[in-house]
């Protein structure tokens, strides 16, 4: 995400502005960190997991996500990205 803001200042285009919808979610290393996570699995965002063999079959963790983020909480404690993409879940949330 950093890296996104500096290339922004850098080509002298505005990161975000206060009341745009625009939300990033962005995993530390990858998608599948977080869907670990969702299925109940402790992670580490510095491994790699597994991908799904079919797409669709991560419903219930999108699903999940959802409700962790609406209700603020979760345990055990989520990943440090995935924290950071509630935050913009509810920041969109926020400006709809």
Not at 62 to 83: F, G, H, I, N, W
Request: positive net charge; proline residues 8%; hydrophobic residues 30%.
């Amino acid at each position: 995400m950093k890296s996104l803001v500096k290339a922004c200042a850098d080509g002298g285009v505005p990161f975000r502005e206060p009341d745009e919808q625009v939300c990033f979610a962005v995993p530390k290393r990858n998608i599948e960190t977080w869907l670990a996570y969702l299925r109940g699995e402790t992670v580490d965002e510095s491994a790699v997991y597994p991908k799904y063999d079919c797409q669709s079959r991560c419903q219930h963790d999108v699903e999940r996500l959802d409700a962790m983020c609406r209700q603020k909480k979760s345990t055990p404690v989520p990943p440090p990205s995935l924290l950071h993409a509630c935050e913009e879940f509810r920041r969109f949330r926020l400006h709809r």
